[in-house]
């Protein structure tokens, strides 16, 4: 007889329910352990925008590993037949890496509240540096690249926590707008929407946060006032 061909004889229906469980349980321990990173692939795709690192593959992979070597297990045991060694193997290796790659633990930042925090911070640096010098210089740059630069000098020149689907993440960056009441919808998350006044003698800062829903979402304040950055020379 062939050694694959003992998957292919009956099995008893003890040892196959047997199997069953206890490599149920072990899927089970995988998904347990690698749910918050399916939970958070799902999401990323459902939403526009998401905030966070991507989902770690050293955890999605044996997850999914896993579920296909069940698959294989329950599909034979119901044909009342044994799995090949290989599935129960896959299942077990499945759960070794899932258990070595959740030892860091969950992975932060990846709310949006955790995203808009950060990007109200760095507006708030921003707004800080542009008080102090209008107080010193009487007016601020007309130029967005000065901002540009500015706002890219307080970040690091590190992109904003927010990501797209594909997982690429968002700069920070400065959007001029004509008129504080005519701001555009579109602006993307990390965006900053500047306007200022002719001769630089006063400006306003609206940031671009994040929504729960994954949407571009002006940010706001504890009782849910829309949050403004103003600054104005005062001789």
Known sequence: MKPSSAARQPSPLPLRVLHGLVFGGFTAMCLAAGSPELVHLVRSQLQPFHSGPPPRLELVLPVVAALVGLTVVLVQSARGRSARLF????????????????????????????????????????????????????????????????????????????????????????????SPEALPPE????????????????????????????EPWRLRDSKGETLVFRGAFNP
């Open 187 to 214: 602006a993307p998350p990390g965006t900053l929407l500047l306007y200022v006044m002719a001769g630089g003698v006063a400006y306003e800062l609206h940031p671009v946060g994040v929504s729960p829903s994954g």
């Open 87 to 178: 599935w129960s193997l896959l299942i077990l290796g499945a759960l070794v890496l899932t258990l070595w790659g959740q030892h860091e633990g969950l992975v932060a930042g990846r709310t949006a509240d955790s995203a808009n925090v950060k990007i109200l911070q760095l507006a708030q640096a921003l707004h800080e540096g542009s008080v102090n010098t209008l107080r010193t210089q009487g007016a601020v740059s007309e130029d967005m690249g000065s901002w540009q630069a500015a706002l890219e000098q307080l970040s690091q020149g590190q992109p904003s926590p927010v990501r797209t689907r594909s997982f690429e993440p968002l700069p920070f960056r400065i959007q001029k707008v004509d």
